[in-house]
């Protein structure tokens, strides 16, 4: 199915209640990391699976965020998505 007119480029529509489950999703994921932050094979495990981060608790700070920013954009667009 094509975008509607006026997706940016490389964006993906997502309905709302796709977005919720990823949310829900991210901030299961964030628990996970924050509970398995300082477990030295978690902490090699994640340094080998996302080196862009700096161990499982900043792993755990950006998973929390993007949770946090998806639920705030679904709250903003609700009227949108749901009459």
Known sequence: MPAPRGTPAGS???????AEEIAGLL??????????????AAEAACAEAAPDRDGLADLHIALAIAAADLDDAIAAHAGLLRP
């Open 12 to 18: 993906v529509p997502v309905d709302a209640m796709d």
């Open 27 to 40: 901030a299961e994921a964030a628990a996970l990391a924050a509970e398995l932050a300082g477990d030295p």
